[in-house]
């Protein structure tokens, strides 16, 4: 027994050894760590995005906030004018006040939906090209590894979010900013 257990033991040392010497080239390797979320955030490209879509949905929010405060105005009206009203016309107010409640709470509920849609669209558009950027950035500067999520510690020497967000920026300013 003890035969066997010294040979399964030489035979992981020599795995070990063997995965740990690596050839010449292997040892020259350039690795490099990109923050995805860094850049998403930084690069000029998500504002442009961010502002293409607010301008987007300006009239849809300048509708709803209308709208609300057309609620707003009504409920006031209803509320001072109660003790004046009849039972039929205060009916008559209550349904008209839940009708329009439920025509606010409908235009907030479709803006929010498409709005989180179309950001969404956008974003992923925005990865994909920021990706693309990453990965041209590293095959010009002769990068074999480019690490991004999942990294839980990356030294500044590895770190070459800055670098890429600078060619991201000067790619975005030669492209014309939209």
């Given at each position: 027994m003890?035969?066997?257990?010294?040979g399964?033991?030489?035979?992981?040392?020599?795995?070990?050894?063997?995965?740990?010497a690596?050839?010449?080239?292997?040892?020259?390797?350039?690795?490099?760590v990109?923050?995805?979320?860094?850049?998403?955030e930084?690069?000029?490209?998500?504002?442009?995005?961010?502002?293409?879509?607010?301008?987007?949905?300006?009239?849809?929010?300048?509708?709803?906030?209308?709208?609300?405060?057309?609620?707003?105005?009504?409920?006031?009206?209803a509320?001072?004018?109660?003790?004046?009203?009849?039972?039929?016309?205060?009916?008559?107010?209550?349904?008209?006040?839940?009708?329009?409640?439920?025509?606010?709470?409908?235009?907030q509920?479709?803006?929010?939906?498409d709005?989180?849609?179309?950001?969404?669209?956008?974003?992923?558009?925005?990865q994909?090209?920021?990706?693309?950027?990453?990965q041209?950035?590293?095959?010009?500067?002769?990068?074999?590894l480019?690490?991004?999520?999942?990294v839980?510690?990356?030294?500044?020497?590895?770190?070459?979010?800055?670098?890429?967000?600078?060619?991201?920026?000067?790619?975005?300013?030669?492209?014309?900013a939209?």
């Open positions: 003890s035969f066997v257990k010294k399964v033991s030489v035979f992981i040392g020599i795995a070990l050894i063997a995965g740990f690596l050839p010449a080239d292997a040892q020259n390797l350039r690795i490099g990109v923050n995805i979320q860094a850049l998403m930084q690069a000029p490209q998500t504002k442009s995005a961010m502002d293409a879509l607010q301008e987007e949905f300006a009239p849809r929010q300048r509708e709803f906030i209308a709208k609300q405060k057309e609620f707003e105005d009504l409920q006031a009206k509320q001072k004018d109660a003790a004046v009203m009849g039972e039929t016309e205060r009916r008559n107010a209550e349904k008209d006040l839940r009708d329009l409640q439920r025509e606010v709470t409908r235009l509920t479709e803006f929010r939906e709005l989180n849609l179309r950001q969404n669209e956008e974003l992923g558009k925005l994909r090209a920021l990706l693309k950027e990453v041209d950035y590293a095959q010009q500067e002769g990068y074999d480019i690490v991004g999520d999942g839980l510690f990356a030294s500044t020497a590895v770190n070459i979010t800055p670098a890429v967000l600078q060619a991201v920026e000067a790619n975005f300013q030669a492209t014309g939209r």
